[in-house]
């Protein structure tokens, strides 16, 4: 069963508008979240992380956590069309020996 | 930024034959892991590392072995290749378990 589910699978917003995207984990053990973007024919990168309930802003960037369920979303305001990638959602569940499990991602679609 | 590199990039094997993937980081991460990407699917983790010497079980080992020689240095080993496996292969690596992981540019193996 997969760790970490992710929705939807793609999604498309217009240009200027807002995209939100989740993130679960089914393990109880989980103690931090990531997310990476990673553009077609990139390797992944890290946009932001957050590891205590409530909310982070980056920018454009607002990653919400509820640890009590497990879950996270990433929130893109302004989206532009360099926002189109691959958005994947990484959950440490062992920090003794750092596995890291990711998401199947969204894909994440901005049109002009 | 974190420099991780990827040797080959591109790889072609038959059914059955050996291949070696590597992977060095030049940074002194102490974690090093090994991920697959596959349509549909997120990223996969293989095996990791904490150390050199050490190894730890992915959660899709089957068919992979794993070797840490060095701080630098972790290679990935396909003894009997088979189609299934063809793949992009990513190498990453972080400071600690609740860093930020790095990515190679990914290795595209194709098992004919």
């Known amino acids: 069963q997969q760790k970490v589910q992710q929705s939807p699978e793609s999604l498309i917003v217009p240009e200027g508008g807002m995209a939100s995207l989740n993130c679960t984990s089914s393990d109880r053990n989980v103690d931090y979240f990531w997310w990476y973007r990673q553009h077609s024919g990139k390797s992944p990168k890290m946009l932001m992380?957050?590891?205590?309930?409530g909310e982070k802003e980056e920018g454009r960037f607002t990653v919400h956590l509820n640890k009590a369920s497990l879950h996270t979303s990433l929130h893109i305001r302004d989206s532009q069309p360099s926002d189109s990638a691959l958005y994947l959602c990484?959950?440490?569940?062992?920090?003794?020996?750092?596995?890291?499990?990711f998401g199947d991602g969204t894909v994440l679609t901005v049109k002009p | 930024e974190a420099a991780v590199t990827q040797s080959p990039r591109n790889k072609v094997t038959v059914t059955g034959g050996n291949v070696t993937l590597s992977c060095r980081q030049t940074n002194s991460h102490n974690y090093m892991y090994w991920y697959r990407q596959d349509t549909g699917h997120g990223l996969r983790l293989i095996h990791y590392?904490?150390?050199?010497?050490?190894?730890q079980i992915g959660d899709v080992p089957d068919g992979y072995k794993a070797t840490r020689t060095t701080q630098e240095d972790f290679f990935l080993l396909l003894e009997l290749a088979s189609p299934s496996q063809t793949s992009l292969y990513f190498c990453?690596?972080?400071?600690?378990?609740?860093?930020?992981?790095?990515f190679g540019a990914g290795t595209r193996l194709s098992v004919l």
């Open positions: 992380s957050i590891f205590s309930n």
């Open positions: 590392s904490y150390g050199a010497g050490n190894l």
């Open positions: 990453a690596s972080s400071e600690d378990s609740q860093n930020t992981l790095y």
């Open positions: 990484a959950a440490s569940m062992d920090t003794n020996t750092g596995k890291l499990t």
